[in-house]
């Protein structure tokens, strides 16, 4: 009954997604003209303490920038509450203070305390810095009410956001009669630059959560992260800052491993920066002991999944190799006993480039162990009008005298502010010697709620046994056609706030021109009183026989229903129910999850995942808990919790059998006296003992000290 539904409903959506498709076309939103606000920086030579309060004489002479305009809800309509900032600097840091008024302080939403969570959930200030003035990367800072920060790098005239980065800035927040005020101090040491330069980019935010509510500086932004309209910060003299140049962090660790004798460790990390726009990092056995275990997944693509990397040392830049076409994917390297990376920028030219060893089959590769492999990548940019760039990307990996990876151009080019275009063209070198080519093209429009894209790809069919010893491509032999539609309808009458519609075909043959698949994809989010959502979305997949993936021809589909709630202040939860066919069977999956706020600075989540297949395999019908809980007594003294499990699930819900398939669990104490890297940490974990490890049982505990000099 369920599946006859799937059929029967397919054509209503069809009609409406036409309908829709019709809207969106003929009547996209004619970008407004930028306006993009200026505002000097004072110099200054008394001390500003940064306390939440901006008292000091300083801040009451330097100039304010008091105009805030909506992203959203109502594009560009005048902020609904006052906002004021200021930016101060002498030779070490620059200085921002702002004062966010607000008529009820006591609505103020503040929940997230997990640095780099997802702070835009919460009443928050940001800080965009475009510090080589080139309209096309730049720095974000971001700050709640509770002082949880959050930063990160842009690429790409804001194409590529990369929130993994970290380094050292200073805040404070006060909470007033009148709203709340925060004072932050970035020492320009934590930034790339150029010191004969007088004028940054710049763009300020503020995020209020109670009313949906974003609002920027730059007025009629066609992206809140388009580094080419930002305004500019002027009236900077860098000529005399004092900069250190380097910093030492050495470590030592002990590991006491169940069954095991104790384990002592040693590394090193050197940061030497000796132009303030040119870096370069050197590790020496680094350490990755208490990253946290990679999420669960459910797999039900028959192709291989991508996880996201957690590594400090392979972080920091990785903004630089995120590219459609994953030439670089560093979780095929292992354990890494050095590295090195350079990462700068001279006149228009931007250069990253990264070194390391590693023995494959620490990454989890089916070869004997003993025996590294020696990685290499760089990418040089150069950057033309309107944010454009164009750029080659190179990776090898070089093993036993075999070379494998590619080279590869990739352009990010605007026309205008709304249309663009991004492109690779890559040549794959190893083992395959024919049919080693793969790129794309993507001609694009952007305006501030509506999207549009065509892209065509081409995969040669040696492609992927080339690269996938360094990059990430799922399958090859292939030429694909993929286009999408999207548009956000702002209502904001009654109880309806706005309708979001989104629309996606891909299509793709083999070279030979059989066609191997195609998806449509229909999803519709209706967001409720500011507090509600609900997000209906159909798939309808078709894959040609194809071995060894596909044994024979395959239609699967999917409908799926979520529900989200919001409080923006203590707790949010969301339940989702899909059923469809996969694989020419039936299958069913409920989730939800819940994050709730216990006391100031302690938060929880908890997320459950079932699925249902029928006919089943064993191991198929699974169940995934997932828990976590940090407790802040500031920002930089925490505790840590971690819990996930993954069972194969038998019987029915009244009467349930379980099979303990996989089960993590972690416990981190980290008290960061010379924040973010000179830090003691005190973690126990049950599972895997090392990050690259994939299967384990093993109890651990870590205690680690790590200074800077």
Same mark, same amino acid.
Request: charged letters at 25%; glycine letters at 6%.
């Given at each position: ?59 009451? +002479? ?70 080589? /003035? ?26 590529? $956001?990369?929130?993994?980065?970290? &380094? ?43 009313? /949906? ?43 006491? *491993? ?11 990390? #050197?940061?030497?920066? %000796? ?84 023995? %494959? ?15 290499? #990548?760089?990418?040089? +940019? ?5 944010? @454009? ?8 990996? +070089? ?6 990876? @590619? ?33 794309? #093209? ?69 070279? &030979? ?10 999803? #519709? ?9 609900? $997000?209906? @979305? ?37 339940? &989702? ?9 039936? *299958? ?5 999850? *819940? ?59 009244? +009467?349930?059998?379980? $099979? ?18 000179? @830090? ?14 994939? $299967? ?14």
């Amino acid at each position: 009954m369920k599946f006859e539904i799937i059929y029967s409903i397919q054509n209503q959506y069809l009609k409406y997604f036409c309908f829709t498709i019709k809207l969106i076309i003929t009547g996209f939103v004619i970008t407004q003209s930028l306006v993009a606000q200026n505002i000097n920086a004072s110099h200054i030579t008394d001390n500003i303490l940064i306390d939440g309060i901006l008292s000091e004489e300083s801040w009451q +002479n330097a100039e304010s920038l008091n105009d805030f305009y909506q992203f959203e809800p109502e594009n560009g309509k005048p902020s609904k509450m006052d906002t004021e900032v200021k930016v101060v600097y002498d030779k070490e840091m620059i200085y921002f203070g702002f004062i966010c008024y607000d008529p009820d302080p006591s609505k103020i939403t503040s929940k997230i305390t997990k640095r780099d969570g997802n702070i835009i959930q919460d009443d928050a200030i940001g800080i965009l810095l475009d510090t080589f /003035n080139d309209k096309n990367n730049g720095y974000v800072f971001l700050i709640n009410p509770l002082g949880t920060q959050k930063e990160g790098k842009i690429a790409d005239n804001g194409r590529t $956001e990369d929130y993994t980065w970290d &380094e050292t800035w200073y805040s404070a927040i006060k909470i007033t009669k009148t709203g709340w005020s925060v004072e932050i101090g970035i020492p320009f040491k934590s930034l790339k630059f150029n010191t004969n330069d007088t004028s940054w980019g710049v763009n300020f935010g503020r995020r209020i959560a109670r009313l /949906n509510e974003s609002s920027f500086t730059s007025k009629n932004l066609t992206n809140i992260m388009r580094v080419s309209q930002f305004g500019k910060l002027s009236s900077l003299q860098l000529d005399n800052l004092k900069i250190k140049t380097y910093s030492i962090i050495p470590y030592g660790q002990v590991e006491f *491993i169940e069954g095991k004798k104790p384990e002592n460790n040693v590394g090193l990390d #050197v940061r030497y920066n %000796p132009v303030s726009n040119f870096g370069v990092d050197f590790t020496l056995n680094p350490d990755f002991a208490t990253v946290e275990a990679d999420v669960e997944k459910v797999n039900l693509s028959r192709f291989e999944m991508s996880y996201p990397e957690k590594r400090p040392f392979f972080l920091e830049g990785g903004e630089n190799y995120s590219t459609r076409v994953k030439q670089f994917y560093c979780r095929r390297i292992g354990e890494i006993p050095w590295g090195i990376k350079v990462n700068g920028k001279v006149g228009k030219w931007k250069i990253n480039g990264l070194a390391t060893q590693s023995d %494959p089959s620490t990454a989890g590769e089916n070869i004997k162990a003993g025996k590294n492999a020696l990685y290499s #990548v760089f990418r040089i +940019n150069r950057e033309f009008r309107k944010g @454009s760039t164009l750029g080659i990307i190179g990776v090898n990996r +070089n093993y036993d005298n075999i070379n494998s990876g @590619s080279v590869g151009l990739v352009a990010t080019l605007f026309a205008s502010d709304v249309l663009g275009m991004t492109s690779q063209i890559i040549h794959s070198h190893g083992i395959a010697k024919e049919s080693v080519w793969t790129g794309f #093209v993507r001609p694009s429009y952007d305006s501030q709620f509506s999207h549009f894209h065509i892209r065509l790809s081409h995969f040669g069919e040696g492609v992927k046994e080339n690269m996938n010893e360094t990059g990430f491509v799922r399958h090859d032999d292939r030429n694909e056609f993929d286009t999408n539609v999207s548009h956000t309808f702002w209502i904001n009458s009654g109880f309806l706030q706005a309708i979001e519609t989104d629309v996606n075909y891909n299509q793709y043959w083999s070279l &030979e021109g059989k066609k191997r698949s195609y998806v449509e994809q229909y999803n #519709v989010e209706f967001q409720f009183l500011k507090k509600w959502e609900y $997000e209906i @979305s159909f798939s309808n997949d078709y894959k040609a026989k194809y071995l060894p993936y596909f044994e024979k021809d395959f239609h699967n589909n999917m409908i799926t229903n979520e529900i989200q709630y919001d409080s923006k202040n203590k707790l949010k939860f969301d339940i &989702e129910y899909a059923f469809g066919k996969n694989f020419d069977r039936n *299958i069913e999956q409920i989730s939800g999850g *819940i994050e709730f706020k216990i006391i100031e600075g302690w938060n929880a989540e908890y997320s459950i995942e079932r699925y249902w297949l029928d006919p089943s395999e064993p191991e198929d019908n699974n169940l995934i808990h997932i828990f976590r809980s940090s407790y802040y007594v500031n920002k930089d003294l925490y505790f840590k919790a971690f819990y996930q499990s993954k069972n194969s699930y038998f019987g029915e819900w009244y +009467n349930p059998e379980f $099979e303990m398939l996989r089960k993590s669990v972690q416990f981190v104490f980290v008290w960061r006296f010379l924040p973010p890297f000179g @830090s003691i940490q005190i973690a126990y974990q049950e599972g895997t003992a090392k990050y690259t490890d994939v $299967e384990g049982k093993a109890q651990t505990l870590f205690t680690k000290l790590s200074w800077v000099f």
